[in-house]
């Protein structure tokens, strides 16, 4: 019989600790970082296709990935996009309830050929 002061971890099955993953990317139009969010969505709906996951406008040379209303990168901060592996193990983070850390490895924001 649990009191309340048990262990969480064995009160919350992990299954449903991924209920409500919402993902937030906040990123500059006119920069035309449109494609890297569309890119980053459908890897992130590939591997979790329940979390859920918006956009919003920011401002110029924005790239702002919010997990649950955390912060976890910048690319105002960072200089870059970030790696998608990098993304998808934050994400499996907050799915298991652990703590989430900010992402600081990027990759180059453009590549010209």
């Known amino acids: 019989m649990s009191d ?3 262990d969480p971890a064995a009160e919350t099955p992990p299954a449903e600790a991924g209920i409500g993953v919402r993902i937030v990317v906040e990123y500059c139009k006119p920069c035309g970082f449109e494609s890297a969010y569309l890119e980053l969505a459908s890897a992130v709906k590939e591997e ?3 979390v859920e996951i918006d ?3 920011g401002g110029t040379g924005a790239f702002e990935i919010e997990i649950n209303g955390q912060l ?3 690319k105002l901060e960072n200089g870059g996009f970030p790696y ?3 993304l998808i193990e ?3 983070r907050a799915r298991n309830g652990e703590p989430l850390e900010k992402i600081t490895k990027s990759r180059p924001p453009c590549v010209i050929l």
């Open 4 to 6: 309340g002061s048990g």
């Open 48 to 50: 979790y296709p329940d």
């Open 55 to 57: 956009s919003r406008l």
């Open 72 to 74: 976890v990168f910048s």
């Open 84 to 86: 998608e592996k990098d």
């Open 90 to 92: 934050a994400i499996r």
